[in-house]
């Protein structure tokens, strides 16, 4: 992957950004029979981790039924991170706007073979609507205002 282990920074990143203000955590792993499980340093407890063999999250029975429960809970906004930007993630992403979600693919947290692949896919889920936004941005949107304990917490996450 392009720029792998700067992907992989971000996303424990983004991880621990959930954990700590108690967001859910969904993990999708493309075929990890054939292609690897999710790397160790992504691992994480309270994930719910689905294996798909679809592109898209989204036309997989399980994890679909599992996004209209958290919609149907109150949540409308999914971050996203991971690879391969211009396949899972581009295909994932156009579904869950097409659904009804906000999406916010985080551009620092994801990767493909190619940086080429990555510019495209970038191009394209712009041009369709989702937001593009990189790792600071999304901690400190999540986190939403400065002077608390996590906002101490996540902000040592991005120095």
Same mark, same amino acid.
């Given at each position: 992957?392009?720029?792998?282990?700067?992907?992989?920074?971000?996303?424990?990143?983004?991880? +621990?950004?959930?954990? +700590?203000?108690?967001?859910?955590? $969904?993990? @999708?792993?493309?075929?990890? =029979?054939?292609?690897?499980?999710? $790397?160790?340093? !992504?691992?994480? =407890?309270?994930?719910?981790?689905? /294996?798909?063999?679809?592109?898209?999250? !989204?036309?997989?029975?399980?994890?679909?039924?599992?996004? =209209?429960?958290? /919609?149907?809970?109150?949540? +409308?906004?999914?971050?996203?991170?991971?690879?391969?930007?211009? #396949?899972?993630?581009?295909? @994932?992403?156009?579904?869950?706007? +097409?659904?009804?979600?906000?999406?916010?693919?985080?551009?620092?947290? $994801?990767?493909?073979?190619?940086?080429?692949? #990555?510019?495209?896919?970038?191009?394209?889920?712009?041009?369709?609507? #989702?937001?593009?936004?990189?790792?600071?941005?999304?901690?400190?949107?999540?986190?939403?205002?400065?002077?608390?304990?996590?906002?101490?917490?996540?902000?040592? !996450?991005?120095?």
């Amino acid at each position: 992957m392009y720029q792998a282990e700067r992907v992989a920074d971000n996303c424990v990143v983004l991880l +621990k950004t959930a954990e +700590k203000l108690d967001l859910p955590i $969904i993990i @999708t792993e493309q075929y990890p =029979k054939g292609l690897g499980p999710t $790397i160790p340093e !992504l691992e994480h =407890k309270g994930s719910m981790i689905f /294996e798909k063999l679809s592109f898209s999250a !989204l036309r997989d029975d399980a994890i679909r039924a599992h996004f =209209k429960s958290m /919609e149907d809970s109150g949540f +409308k906004h999914v971050v996203m991170a991971g690879i391969e930007a211009h #396949v899972c993630v581009l295909q @994932t992403a156009l579904d869950l706007k +097409k659904a009804g979600f906000e999406v916010f693919v985080v551009t620092d947290a $994801i990767s493909s073979r190619s940086a080429q692949s #990555v510019q495209l896919a970038l191009a394209r889920l712009g041009d369709n609507g #989702v937001q593009l936004v990189n790792v600071e941005m999304a901690v400190f949107e999540l986190a939403g205002k400065a002077g608390t304990p996590e906002f101490k917490a996540l902000s040592a !996450l991005i120095k």
